[in-house]
Structure formats: structure tokens, C-alpha cells
């Protein structure tokens, strides 16, 4: 605690710094909320003036004035003349007044043991076979990781101009409302007149409803059309979130493998209740359904009786040749219920999905998803509806597709001229290739030595149903790298693939 005598410790209690990308005077407002909420400067001892915190902090004195004066303005200090600032005790009351506990020798257990504190849960998820990303991705001289935004592709102006709108005063009148179980009007007239229609498929508002992300749409389609006894049809490969999604609801999973032309359904389609299948861009090996492939395999659904989920997957990422129809925009008997995002076209970290059903289908997900979170942040979808009312995300679409396309023929020109390397480029486009290595080489041992190496890849042994599956695959992504340093990361990715630390056993 800093006491009246202690006046050279300011500089070490309010450290900045100048390489952040916060600016001093907002590092400084924090530094100091930070100590007066923690406790770290008592109420009655003065904090030092403008001028000599200045000097300490070798900043501008006007940095410094526009700090206090922006607590004094929030009520976290007081000014008192010819005394100085001082924090304001009313800031520190209502709280329990209690240390934080010292831990003994009991407490200091590794970190497996304390797993193992608290209350039993009924199912584990700690086991599943998942994808790990590493989250400094950034820091990666080539990072070849998939499912990330290039930060130098967002657009940064419209998106201000879109977060303007949506902070207007009737606007904030409208979100800061607790809206219950509805979204946003005008983001589901945006995706009902502008997204869908993209993709072929027309459907009414209450046919729609927003999500947090694909995957949260699966979730509640997982939770309503699935039980113990239900059978769910899966490509295999797959995407493995939605894997271990329906595996919460059903263990009993048919699997199909996939072909030049996407899933190939056979007779054991008829066994299935639910079918998930992503033949856009198809995840993880970017094969595109033809068009006569999906009828066939709307045709058997029905005969079958079958719920399609279509994952329209990177179906915006479309750069070669004309797109292929949705299978929702070909459904006439409302086999199929439709899941789309916005992620891949605007940032993954805003977790803006919707799905597409018939209408008691959607009243039904609309009131489980109440019972979860009730609506996505209002603001949110009010921010993402400009956005797409103002033409941005159009426009957005198409710098992508210019940029995606060109990193795509560097990356398919850089794979051939590796012996090593076996893959076929994305028919439509998307953001990545599916890639397969020589026999001896394992992808997952592949992926750690790269990972030493400064490259991101991501090896496919996960995206198979069963663990004893193929090794030597793995997904090389183009989102988020240059065009200029692709030939060189996949050249040096090659040589770590012929040494013998991946080569199998």
C-alpha cells in the first residue's frame, strides 16, 4: 500500500507503456482505477499533482490532466483545493471487506489434481477429440491456420460508420431494451433480402433466427431433434465441432465418406434420422456437391424420410466459376434446415450465425435459445444489420474474393512443386486446401515440428470419426497469411516433411 512517504513508488504502481496500442492517457485512467478499486491507494493520502506524476512518468502534464480530470468526472477521485486529488470512499463502498486468501501447502497442487475439486459433472468433454489453434497465431512468420481473419482485410472505415449508426440515440433506445426472444428487425430483413438470396434460398422473417455462430445453431438443432435412440448421419471426414455437438445428444452415428463429388450417401442412409452435411465448401476437404449430386441426395432424404442440416460452410468464398445453388433453395418439402454465418466474411470473433427452417421449427429453437441466453447482443446484430443495409458487406465479398483467389493459385502453384505434397485445388474457392502427405510422413508429428519451426498448420487426424484413421493429412490455410510469403512457408514446410522426426513408425 502506497503511504505519504513513498512518493518515488508511483512510478512503479502506474507503469506505461509507450509501445501499447492504447494511448498514455488511456493507460494512465487505467493504471489508476485499477489501484483505487484494488485498494492500493488509501483515501487519505494525496495523489501526487499533475506536474510531478508527469515528471515520474516522463509523459505531458496535459496527459496526466485530462486523466484526473476524466475520474473526477466518473466520481473515482476528488479534487479538494489546496489539498489535491483524492480517491472518493463512496467509490469503495458496498464492498465486502475481506483478503484474499493465502494459499497453503494443501492448496499448491498441480494443476490435475485440481480437476478433480468441486462437483462431479455427468458427462466429461475434456476427452473429445478436438482442433487446438495456438491463439498468438499472429506471432507465426506463416501462419497457414484456417478459420481467422485478416486483420488487413477488414474494413475498418464501414465498420466504424456501421457502429456510428447503431450508437445513435434512437438506435441505443431500441437495443438496450431487453428484447426477450426477437432479434434485431432490420438484420433479419438484411439476411432475408440480401444474405439468403445469395445462396437461392428465400424464406420469411419467422423463418429465420439469429445465432451466436454456425456452431450455436447446431447445438440447437442437436438439442431438438435428437435423443438417445436417434441416428445421425455424418460425412467423414467432418467438421469436428459438429461431431461432438450431435455426440452429446446421440452416440449412434452413421458415417459416409467422402468423394470427388462430397458425401456419398448409400443404403444406410435409411437408418438415419438426422443427416450433417456441409457440400458448399465441404469441411475439412473443400470438395463441392454438384448440383445433381445435391437433388439425388434431397431425393433420397426423402424417401428416407430424413431432416438434412446443411452447413453452408465458406459458401460467401465462392471465386471460381458460378455458385451452386444452397440444397435449402432446391427444398420443396422442408426436408432441410439451413445454418449460415458471417464469420469467414467478417470476423470470427463477433459470432453472428442464423439458420433457416420451417416455422415451428424455428419457434421451437427460438424459445430453447431463450431459455439459454435469450438473444444474441442486441447492439451487436444492430451494428451487423448497417453493415449489410449500407452495401459493406457486398463490397467486402468482393476484396475477398480478389484476395482469397490470388493467394489461392500461390498456394495450389507452391503445393505442386513439392513431391512431397498431394493435394486438389478447392473447385469453388474457400480458404484453404486439404492436403495429403506422403504415406510415411505423420501429419500430427508434421504439425508440432512445424509449430517449432514458426508455421501453423493443422493436422487432419481429428477430422475422421475414428481415431484409427488416416495420418498423413493435413489442412493448410490462406486466410490469414500474404500472398508474398506463401511460396517460401510451404517450401520450408516441405523440408521439415521430409526429415525423419514425422516419419512414421
Not at 505434397?421 to 474457400?430: I, K, L, V, Y
Request: with cysteine; aromatic share 8%; net charge negative.
Amino acid at each position: 500500500m502506497v503511504r505519504t512517504n513513498d512518493k518515488p513508488m508511483w512510478y512503479q504502481l502506474f507503469k506505461l507503456d509507450s509501445q501499447s496500442d492504447q494511448s498514455l492517457q488511456a493507460q494512465l485512467r487505467q493504471v489508476l482505477v485499477k489501484a483505487i478499486l484494488d485498494g492500493r491507494i488509501p483515501t487519505d493520502v494525496a495523489l501526487p499533482s499533475s506536474r510531478e506524476l508527469s515528471r515520474q512518468l516522463s509523459v505531458a502534464r496535459n496527459t496526466v490532466v485530462l486523466a484526473y480530470q476524466h475520474l473526477i468526472d466518473e466520481n473515482y477521485l476528488l479534487s479538494q483545493e489546496r489539498r489535491g486529488y483524492f480517491v472518493n470512499p463512496d467509490m469503495l463502498s458496498g464492498r465486502v471487506d475481506m483478503l484474499r486468501p493465502v494459499p497453503t501447502e494443501h492448496d499448491e497442487t498441480p494443476i490435475q489434481e485440481d480437476f478433480q475439486a468441486g462437483p462431479s459433472t455427468v458427462i466429461n468433454l475434456l476427452d473429445q477429440r478436438n482442433i487446438v489453434r495456438p491463439l498468438n497465431w499472429k506471432q507465426y512468420d506463416f501462419p497457414f491456420i484456417y478459420g481467422q481473419a485478416d486483420e488487413s482485410l477488414f474494413p475498418v472505415n464501414d465498420w466504424r460508420e456501421a457502429c456510428r449508426l447503431s450508437l445513435r440515440v434512437d438506435a441505443i433506445s431500441r437495443w438496450t431494451q431487453d428484447r426477450v426472444d426477437h432479434d434485431d428487425d432490420l438484420l433479419v430483413e438484411q439476411i432475408h433480402t440480401r444474405v439468403l438470396p445469395r445462396r437461392g434460398v428465400w424464406a420469411e422473417p419467422d423463418e429465420i433466427l439469429i445465432t451466436a455462430g454456425a456452431q450455436n445453431a447446431l447445438f440447437l438443432i442437436g438439442q431438438l431433434l435428437l435423443n438417445k435412440e436417434s441416428v445421425v448421419g455424418l460425412e467423414d471426414p467432418c467438421y469436428v465441432d459438429a461431431r461432438n455437438i450431435f455426440n452429446l445428444f446421440s452416440e449412434n452415428q452413421e458415417t459416409f465418406p467422402v468423394g470427388e463429388h462430397g458425401l456419398e450417401a448409400d443404403e444406410r442412409l435409411g437408418r438415419c434420422d438426422v443427416l450433417y452435411v456441409t457440400p458448399s465448401h465441404q469441411c475439412p476437404t473443400t470438395t463441392t456437391m454438384p448440383l445433381e449430386s445435391r437433388k439425388k441426395l434431397l431425393s433420397q432424404a426423402t424417401e428416407h424420410g430424413v431432416t438434412i442440416i446443411e452447413d453452408d460452410y465458406e459458401s460467401e468464398l465462392n471465386f471460381v466459376g458460378n455458385p451452386t445453388p444452397a440444397l435449402k433453395s432446391l427444398d420443396t418439402e422442408h426436408r432441410v434446415i439451413y445454418v449460415g454465418s458471417l464469420s469467414k466474411t467478417l470476423a470470427p470473433g463477433l459470432r453472428v450465425g442464423f439458420m433457416v427452417g420451417p416455422k415451428k421449427f424455428i419457434a421451437q429453437a427460438r424459445a430453447l435459445r431463450r431459455l439459454m441466453y435469450r438473444h444474441p447482443p442486441t447492439n451487436n446484430q444492430r451494428t451487423v444489420a448497417h453493415f449489410l443495409s449500407l452495401g459493406h458487406h457486398d463490397s467486402a465479398l468482393l476484396r475477398l474474393a480478389q484476395t482469397f483467389k490470388k493467394r489461392w493459385q500461390v498456394m495450389d502453384e507452391a503445393l505442386k512443386l513439392q513431391p512431397v505434397f498431394s493435394s486438389t485445388a478447392p473447385s469453388f474457392g474457400g480458404s484453404s486446401f486439404w492436403v495429403r502427405l506422403s504415406e510415411e510422413v505423420s501429419a500430427s508429428a508434421l504439425e508440432k515440428l512445424a509449430a517449432e519451426h514458426s508455421i501453423i498448420i493443422n493436422a487432419g487426424d481429428h477430422y475422421f470419426a475414428s481415431s484409427d484413421g488416416p495420418t498423413n493429412y493435413c489442412r493448410v490455410g490462406f486466410s490469414s497469411i500474404p500472398s508474398e510469403k506463401i511460396a517460401e512457408g510451404i517450401e520450408k514446410l516441405a523440408q521439415l516433411a521430409t526429415l525423419s522426426q514425422v516419419q512414421k513408425m
